[in-house]
């Protein structure tokens, strides 16, 4: 709305306007350390149920404006809902449609990391068909919720941010997206077996570089383009050894 005035003469109305405006004094008290001014004029619960409603509002806006962007979005802000949780995740390989089953462990920029009992799961957002939630399982992961009482943590975040972050993966995933590869990258010398549009792989992680994983098995080296990954199983070091003896095997009938 143009109101014809300077910002100058603009700014002394408002504020003289302010003047007379009615204040009304909180009456919930709070006994915690928190910031001076409350964020809204409404309830606390009101306050919280309006920024979800808002952050989804945006999302599904983005998502609009920027279709290229939607599948990741989605999923990334579904499984940031469902962490700690059961999911389970429809995959398409060879045009078949493959389910995964684990509890959202980490939530990156591309990819989502499955844990279960036995292993543990990467799985690329371009491998991704669908994700859902299991039937009978319930949407909380405990029946207890879960605090961490660190007193000290907070005064390292200030004083000390990047050392404190870079030392626990909780506070990792929590302040950074990391991408794929970047995560593969702390695991070396880990054993996986990956799954590729057209074939498995079993190595120990050398390192990655730029959208290429690096594999070992012995003396023979693979070069794996993250753009064909579907997914990184862990291998139990239990399940390691029938499969080196199996290629040993291999190697000697040829």
Request: charged share 25%.
């Amino acid at each position: 709305m143009k109101t014809g005035m300077r910002f100058d003469q603009y700014l002394s109305v408002l504020l003289e306007k302010r003047k007379h405006e009615p204040r009304t004094e909180s009456k919930i008290i709070e006994k915690k350390v928190s910031f001076s001014s409350p964020s809204g004029s409404v309830p606390t619960e009101e306050i919280r149920l309006f920024t979800e409603y808002k952050e989804q509002a945006n999302l599904l806006q983005i998502a609009k404006s920027a279709p290229e962007k939607k599948k990741f979005l989605m999923l990334k802000k579904f499984l940031k809902m469902r962490r700690n949780q059961q999911v389970i995740v429809f995959l398409k390989k060879n045009d078949q449609v493959v389910e995964i089953t684990g509890k959202v462990n980490a939530v990156g920029r591309d990819f989502v990391m499955l844990t279960s009992i036995k292993e543990r799961i990467w799985i690329p957002f371009q491998a991704i068909e669908s994700a859902n939630i299991p039937t009978g399982i319930p949407l909380y992961s405990t029946t207890h919720q879960n605090v961490i009482y660190d007193n000290q943590l907070k005064q390292r975040l200030l004083s000390n941010f990047g050392e404190t972050v870079a030392a626990r993966d909780v506070l990792i995933q929590q302040f950074y997206e990391e991408t794929l590869l970047t995560n593969l990258n702390s695991w070396k010398s880990f054993w996986v077996k990956v799954e590729t549009e057209k074939k498995t792989l079993l190595g120990k992680i050398e390192d990655t570089d730029g959208q290429i994983l690096r594999l070992s098995f012995g003396k023979e080296k693979y070069e794996i383009n993250a753009a064909h990954i579907v997914s990184i199983r862990s291998i139990r070091y239990i399940s390691l050894f029938p499969l080196i003896v199996s290629r040993l095997f291999q190697r000697i009938t040829r």
